[in-house]
């Protein structure tokens, strides 16, 4: 593939697993960061042809990838600039959970190209903390995003789950508040969702925990909706939530189509045609070949025609800037736009609202049906 403008690496390391999380991870007391050093190194030597590779955005997500430590990430950086050049003003974003935080690492990774942390916050809730088993407390993220400040990041985002259990009585609105009160530039939502094979699946099964009803879910989605935009955040993609100016440009390349790259156990890549291609997940199989010389590649795609439409209407849906309509579709979602889901501009763009977003999956089905036939 030509060489894109965007590359994420993922760094798969966790201190241990939350009882939600699905994600390919490798948990580690110890990270063994030279290891996975001479990995990406080793992987950016096999896959991608040398030559003048510029980049506008560089995304470090995991796992937790604040977990190579400020040396590590420092580390990280310097190989990664052996082989790119980040264009003036590039997007670095680095994926921080609020136990790796301080005044000192944050000063090393900005020093070594940081610009944007991500913040796994969730909750400032410690029982709600306790239960999801992350490693931090409410005081901890609060000291973290001092600690960014401190040492000068501006552009700091902050995660938040909703749609908990009942039964932990967490106060959503109070979660929201204490996020506005540290004036973040950028915060991304994430519904619970109950995912296999993870400790909150056999909680479920066993008794233990049960979903919360529809209904909150929608409630807490659009109680975020309000407060957030009130509070002057643009609500710009079905889940984030933006200053603007602030709007994630690496993620916004994701759903404007846009080629990228990935490098790291499980990283997925786009050439923005049609190809798809992802790295086998688990870490140590992701070593294992690149110490033998071999591709971490565990499959790819090529994109049906159907897939493409598919692709193209759910993109379009999930962003504020909507999707251009063909001739007779504004009739066809006319009962949409009657229901307040969204609304079609001048010039023929479906821009859902929060409530279409609720429903995305489903209108976004229903169009691409009515593409393909
Ligand atoms: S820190 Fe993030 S990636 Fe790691 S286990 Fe928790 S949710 Fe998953």
Same mark, same amino acid.
């Given at each position: 593939?030509?060489?894109?403008?965007?590359?994420?690496?993922?760094?798969?390391?966790?201190?241990?697993?939350?009882?939600?999380?699905?994600?390919?991870?490798?948990?580690?007391?110890?990270?063994?960061?030279?290891?996975?050093?001479?990995?990406?190194?080793?992987?950016?030597?096999?896959?991608?042809?040398?030559?003048?590779?510029?980049?506008?955005?560089?995304?470090?997500?995991?796992?937790?990838?604040?977990?190579?430590?400020?040396?590590?990430?420092?580390?990280?950086?310097?190989?990664?600039?052996?082989?790119?050049?980040?264009?003036?003003?590039?997007?670095?974003?680095?994926? $921080?959970?609020?136990? +790796?935080? *301080?005044? =000192?690492?944050?000063? @090393?990774?900005? /020093? !070594?190209?940081?610009? #944007?942390?991500?913040?796994?916050?969730?909750?400032?809730?410690?029982?709600?903390?306790?239960?999801?088993?992350?490693?931090?407390?409410?005081?901890?993220?609060?000291?973290?995003?001092?600690?960014?400040?401190? $040492?000068?990041?501006? +552009?700091? *985002?902050? =995660?938040?789950?909703? @749609?908990?259990? /009942? !039964?932990?009585?967490? #106060?959503?609105?109070?979660?929201?508040?204490?996020?506005?009160?540290?004036?973040?530039?950028?915060?991304?939502?994430?519904?619970?969702?109950?995912?296999?094979?993870?400790?909150?699946?056999?909680?479920?099964?066993?008794?233990?925990?049960?979903?919360?009803?529809?209904?909150?879910?929608?409630?807490?989605?659009?109680?975020?909706? #309000?407060?957030?935009?009130?509070?002057?955040?643009?609500?710009?993609?079905?889940?984030?939530?933006?200053?603007?100016?602030?709007?994630?440009?690496?993620?916004?390349?994701?759903?404007?189509?846009?080629?990228?790259?990935?490098?790291?156990?499980?990283?997925?890549?786009?050439?923005?045609?049609?190809?798809?291609?992802?790295?086998?997940?688990?870490?140590?199989?992701?070593?294992?070949?690149?110490?033998?010389?071999?591709?971490?590649?565990?499959?790819?795609?090529?994109?049906?025609?159907?897939?493409?439409?598919?692709?193209?209407?759910?993109?379009?849906?999930?962003?504020?800037?909507?999707?251009?309509?063909?001739?007779?579709?504004?009739?066809?979602?006319?009962?949409?736009?009657?229901?307040?889901?969204?609304?079609?501009?001048?010039?023929?763009?479906?821009?859902?609202?929060?409530?279409?977003?609720?429903?995305?999956?489903?209108?976004?089905?229903?169009?691409?049906?009515?593409?393909?036939?």
């Amino acid at each position: 593939m030509n060489l894109p403008r965007h590359l994420y690496v993922h760094v798969p390391f966790c201190a241990r697993r939350c009882a939600y999380c699905d994600f390919s991870i490798a948990v580690r007391a110890n990270v063994p960061v030279d290891e996975y050093l001479r990995g990406v190194r080793a992987e950016l030597a096999m896959r991608f042809a040398s030559g003048d590779w510029e980049l506008s955005t560089l995304y470090f997500g995991g796992g937790t990838p604040s977990r190579l430590g400020a040396d590590g990430v420092a580390r990280l950086m310097q190989l990664l600039r052996e082989r790119v050049r980040l264009e003036p003003g590039a997007e670095v974003t680095l994926e $921080a959970n609020p136990e +790796d935080v *301080s005044v =000192d690492a944050v000063r @090393a990774w900005r /020093e !070594a190209g940081i610009t #944007r942390v991500s913040l796994g916050v969730q909750s400032f809730d410690d029982a709600v903390l306790r239960w999801m088993h992350r490693v931090h407390d409410a005081d901890a993220a609060l000291r973290a995003v001092d600690a960014v400040r401190a $040492a000068g990041i501006d +552009d700091l *985002s902050l =995660d938040l789950i909703f @749609a908990l259990p /009942e !039964a932990l009585r967490r #106060r959503w609105p109070h979660d929201l508040e204490r996020a506005l009160s540290l004036a973040p530039t950028h915060v991304s939502l994430y519904g619970l969702t109950v995912e296999p094979h993870t400790p909150l699946a056999r909680w479920r099964e066993r008794g233990e925990a049960e979903e919360p009803p529809e209904e909150r879910y929608e409630a807490e989605y659009l109680l975020a909706h #309000r407060l957030l935009t009130a509070a002057g955040f643009d609500h710009y993609e079905v889940s984030n939530f933006g200053r603007p100016g602030r709007h994630a440009r690496h993620n916004s390349a994701y759903w404007t189509g846009a080629a990228y790259a990935g490098v790291g156990p499980s990283a997925h890549e786009f050439d923005g045609l049609a190809r798809r291609r992802w790295n086998v997940a688990p870490y140590a199989e992701w070593v294992r070949r690149l110490d033998q010389g071999r591709d971490p590649e565990a499959g790819q795609e090529e994109l049906s025609e159907e897939s493409r439409i598919a692709e193209q209407v759910y993109l379009g849906l999930r962003t504020s800037r909507g999707l251009q309509l063909a001739p007779g579709e504004a009739d066809r979602v006319r009962p949409w736009v009657e229901s307040g889901w969204g609304i079609v501009d001048a010039n023929g763009r479906l821009e859902l609202s929060a409530r279409g977003w609720l429903r995305l999956d489903s209108l976004a089905q229903h169009l691409t049906i009515l593409r393909s036939h």
